[in-house]
């Protein structure tokens, strides 16, 4: 069972992975990932990973068999289990509960080489449904507080397979980041009785520096405080806290504009390797009206070294003006 | 002039490293370390550093010339800078200012081959007093709020050169992780009229688990609640807010544990990169006894994703006591 600990000095949580318990010698040499190696997530080798939760099909067949559009499994190697009870206790100075949650996997396409660059507007609007279908379900659990949606693109972005996949954990308690990001949002609202969100938006659409491509429902921009190169964030034009309660129409340009974004970058950048993440409220806060849900996208282009570890403070090398003006200007 | 930007959702500051401004082309193919080649931190180089502004050595040779121990300059490419006012300012719902402050290097030693396992205990002393000497220097120049000392050994954590070095970088902002960990000490304090610090020293010592080793003035330990695989921590026994105040006896026995547990680390995970850094308190802060300093070493193994990046959350493969178990195990 994998634990929940509590940093005693910061409340800061970790997960101890016991299940993927690595001893010194798995860390090196760092584990290659054969190009054309065996794949369980093609079709054909459903039988390889765990029953799917969801999957989406045209062809009236049988589930965890060939024909799939896009399924949904948990992961084979979860970072949370979704059996138990949080069985919260102390010890001494230290806090820590069982490591209790979901770790899904959404396999976006059949098409190992494709990714959500190249695949149609449609199949990546699928994927996006997919994201809000598993959302509603996983939000029924009572355990859980936050459900973080997030893609792992490229072995130097941490991903262990190449099949086209994102991934959703569940969580017991609300992530440091999110809890900072709703509270600053909460404070500001208290403040200037307006979203801080809804006023970056508003500012970045009326200067243009930063500004990246937008469409009907969303903008896209190189955020003012980049902690990296070319961070890129997706923003819905109107307030809405809750990913999952958006309109068709928004799922439709949001899979658009995720699709203009990757190809930019891919143009810009070569075909980085790539991390993203939904930042959603939290599930049971009393009201978080005052959140802005959003995507953010950060290629894998430097390292993170001591002063960043100790600061909490970046240090970014491509001021997000330029970032911005080389992804505007790129020809796709 | 490099720029500090607040994000206005969280309040957390970056850097935007003008001076360094890198062009999509910078960041591919990455920039290779020929072994071998020139280094500029080795003797008789001098010249392709700026002017030394802390030298050791027993020789009474020439400033900026061979000869020395240890030298310290500031770095060629600085993060911050030296000369200005802070000229702090808003822009519609940011804020920024000047990126005023010292970054400096300090080159550990004239041979390129050593490192801080391999080299002489009196050796590694002298690097501790070099940051002392820095730390009390810095502290005089009243825009700084705080002073991080870091160490990057090896390219996987973001060294640059092969020459061993270390750095301190002065901020005019107390840096976020620092202000998280200061204001979580003082709570602590508040509700138990303890040191947290001082707690965790003593209930590793009793358990043993998680202690790797310990001499007259440290303990060493594997924490509660790792980030990292091998994550570990040096804390001095008694309670200490300010590194620089520390006593002789106390620059000498931590130059053994950090020497000893750098050989066991070299052992356990054969020479692996890694970053340390030493969380000292804020300067300038109206009264912060309740701070214990401690120097915090992470080994750089796995990689941080999408999950991490979106939580704050980390994932830790390798539980703290297996950790400690191999690190007191390793014959050294």
Known sequence: MPELRKDPITSRWVIISTERGKRPSDFFPEPERKKGGFCPFCPGNEGKTPPEI???????????????????????????????????????????????????????????????????????????????????DLKKDPRFRYILVFKNHGEAAGASLEHPHSQLIATPIIPKRVREEVDGAKDYYDYKERCVYCDIVRQEQSHEGRLITENQDFIS???????????????????????????????????????EILMRMDKVLSRPAYNFIIHNSPLREADVPTYHWHLELMPKLTRVAGFEWGSGFYINPTPPEEAAHFMREAKI
């Open 221 to 259: 921009i190189a955020p003012f405080a980049s902690r990296f190169p070319f961070e890129t964030w997706i923003l819905p034009k109107i307030h809405d806290p809750f990913f999952e309660d958006a309109q068709k129409h928004e799922y439709i340009n949001l899979s658009r504009i995720l699709k």
């Open 54 to 136: 969801l999957v989406y099909r045209n062809d009236g067949g049988q589930p965890n068999s060939p024909g799939w559009n896009l399924r949904v499994v948990p992961n084979k190697f979860p970072a949370l289990q979704i059996e138990g009870d949080l069985n919260r206790q102390g010890d001494g100075v230290y806090d820590k509960m069982n490591g209790i949650g979901a770790h899904e996997v959404v396999i976006e396409t059949p098409n190992h080489d494709e990714t959500l660059s190249t695949m149609p507007e449609n199949k990546v609007e699928e994927v996006l449904w997919a994201f809000r279908d598993r959302i509603l």
